[in-house]
């Protein structure tokens, strides 16, 4: 049943024929997750006591900021803040108290923090990565068996333009956990074919792009060149730029 629920997102994407459907996949639940976190979470007790917990990573936080529930991300940095105090303060009397031994452990015992769960940890958590981690993956997963249960998937995802390198290397990657035998071999060949020939395009799009700066080139069209910057580096880095309507702050006008 939740494979059902899981694919008709995955088959948007693919349709819609960017540069990687998984970025795509990856930036629309990325901007939902972003929405429920200032908004919707804080009714639920279990998800706020984890918010307080964890806070998010700088990427997610820089989005964040840029919305317009100022307020919401206030309160909810507010309550974490408190909890990172508490933390450091644990932390810094767990040092403090310290036995200082003489001899060979001294120092370490003195460095050593209070728990496994230190400041180190503190300042390395994101309820956000986590929460879009798994749902990426959960997605990945039904990329593999809707492309080995369903012929138009196939087609899809042989006709369309290939993936970003990140998960382009992700999907060679995973392929053998996920698939065996011919489905494997086709898989994998499908793959790398469709990956070499859409390099190959972008390489071209962007080249035009340069020579539209000669000015013997002013005149003539751009084609598919004028975003050709942007889609690059996508392609080459996942989401270094934003998609217009999934993170539209982002974007100057
Ligand atoms: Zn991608
Ligand atoms: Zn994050």
Known sequence: MK???????????????????????HSRNEAKYREYFMG????????????????????????MFRMSNRLSLAL?????????ISRVEEDAKAREGAPKKAGLFSRRSAAAPADAAGV?????????????EDTMRQYVETLYVTWKKESEFRRVFATGKGFCLPHYAQLLREAPKNLSGGDLAEFTKTLIQTERENLARIEKEL???TLKFDYRNADKPWGNSEDAVERTLNKLRMLSIPFKDDEPEARPK
């Not at 909810?76 to 990172?84: C, G, I, N, Q, R």
Request: hydrophobic share 35%; charged share 30%.
């Open 120 to 132: 180190e940890a503190v300042a390395g958590t994101c309820i956000l990565c986590e929460r879009l």
């Open 207 to 209: 080249e035009w792009f």
């Open 3 to 25: 494979e059902h629920i899981d694919t008709i997102p995955l088959w948007e994407a693919f349709r819609e024929e960017g540069e990687c459907p998984l970025c795509r996949l």
């Open 76 to 84: 909810s940095t507010h309550t974490y803040l408190k909890d990172v």
């Open 40 to 63: 919707a979470s804080v009714m639920e007790p279990d998800v706020r006591v984890e918010t307080n917990k964890k806070g998010f990573c700088a990427r997610h936080y820089g989005q």
